[in-house]
């Protein structure tokens, strides 16, 4: 059983960056970051591929703020910059072997990371 754990959530200020981690060890597919909003919907914010390559997909909420990355072939970060409130949410981290927005594309699923930003 895949266990994938999220790290490096927390409380910041509007502005402010967080590097979130998820240790998925040696694996090659698709590997996401998703989060959900208070009230809201789970939404898509990064994916990487690592078929032809290693490429890379953001959400509309993401481009140019946040990047994501896998290291070594044992982390999947997301480094987040210029956070704002509408930020706030829990953050997920996920694993599949197709490579889409679909939540049901990701078979393993870490259990969350809250990441709260206010004033």
């Known amino acids: 059983q895949v266990q994938l754990v999220e790290s490096g959530g927390g409380s910041v200020r509007p502005g402010e960056s967080l590097t979130l981690s998820c240790k998925v060890g040696?694996?090659?597919?698709?590997m996401a970051w998703f989060r959900q909003a208070p009230g809201k919907e789970r939404e898509g914010v990064a994916r990487l591929g690592t078929y032809q390559g290693r490429l890379t997909w953001y959400g509309d909420s993401a481009k140019g703020r946040f990047t994501i990355s896998h290291d070594n072939y044992e982390t999947l970060s997301l480094e987040m910059n210029n956070l704002q409130p509408e930020d706030t949410a829990i953050y997920y981290c996920?694993?599949?072997?197709?490579?889409?927005?679909?939540?049901?594309?990701?078979?393993?699923w870490g259990q969350g990371t809250h990441v709260n930003v206010s004033s």
């Open positions: 996920a694993i599949g072997y197709a490579c889409s927005w679909k939540e049901s594309d990701f078979l393993y």
């Open positions: 040696i694996f090659s597919g698709c």
